[in-house]
């Protein structure tokens, strides 16, 4: 099994520009988090999804929109890129509810907006 | 609302000495909690977890963590660390109710630098 792998590792934006990262897993996991890493900040979540055709907002979603069309996908786009949206992105899935089950991690994408 | 705060925002230790990694968090309700691992370079692994029954909870890599409920505290030790250990740790705590479906929230990390 691959777990979570995340597409790309790294990009470089221009300000206003667009893209989509994509997070996908291998195993069968109903629940799928997109988090932001920066500097002394811990992770924060930006959107998630309890299954498939659903997603919710987290704690810091202004900027980003996702979709989950398929169980085993889990896509965030930046409509407009800004600098303050360079960071480390990480998604993660877990099986049930992430309230007692671990999550896993995919291994990050460094996005840089210039 | 719940919170997590990790006491020490690096904490350098030299191989072979025991270490401990704080975290004190904060919630209205009982909690699920957590510590994570983060090696260079890569994503987020679990270490360990508490969801109920013994206070002592014990994880991989000779890790153990305690939960203390009236100090609310769940501090990370290890008796002997590796130059292997040095990483990034992060505590997390989550609400076993409610309707936040699983959501933990994260502690800003505590960098482990053993040192030969």
């Known amino acids: 099994n691959a777990g979570v792998t995340q597409t790309p590792k790294f990009r470089v934006l221009k300000t206003g520009q667009s893209m989509t990262l994509l997070c996908a897993q291998d195993?069968?996991?109903?629940?799928m988090y997109w988090y932001r890493q920066d500097p002394g900040m811990g992770l924060r979540l930006i959107h998630y999804?309890?299954?498939?055709?659903?997603?919710a907002k987290g704690e810091v979603p202004d900027g980003y929109n996702v979709s989950r069309l398929k169980k085993q996908n889990f896509l965030l786009g930046l409509e407009s890129a800004a600098p303050s949206q360079t960071s480390v992105y990480f998604c993660?899935?877990?099986?049930?509810?992430?309230?007692?089950?671990?999550?896993?991690f995919g291994p990050g994408t460094r996005l840089t907006v210039l | 609302a719940q919170s997590v705060t990790q006491l020490d925002s690096q904490v350098p230790v030299f191989e072979e000495a025991p270490v401990e990694l704080r975290c004190n968090y904060s919630?209205?309700?009982?909690?699920?909690l957590f510590w994570y691992v983060q090696y260079p370079n890569q994503g987020l692994q679990l270490l360990l977890k508490?969801?109920?029954?013994?206070?002592l909870v014990k994880g991989i890599n000779g890790f153990e963590a305690e939960f203390n409920k009236s100090q609310t505290s769940f501090h990370l030790r290890k008796p002997s660390v590796h130059i292997s250990d040095t990483a990034e740790y992060f505590c997390?705590?989550?609400?076993?109710?409610?309707?936040?479906?699983?959501?933990?929230?994260f502690g800003d990390g505590t960098t482990l630098t053993v040192k030969p």
């Open positions: 195993m069968n996991h109903e629940y």
């Open positions: 919630s209205s309700v009982s909690v699920y």
């Open positions: 993660a899935s877990s099986y049930t509810s992430g309230r007692y089950n671990e999550q896993f």
């Open positions: 508490y969801l109920s029954g013994s206070t």
């Open positions: 999804s309890v299954g498939e055709g659903t997603t």
């Open positions: 997390a705590v989550s609400d076993p109710g409610g309707t936040n479906a699983g959501k933990s929230t």
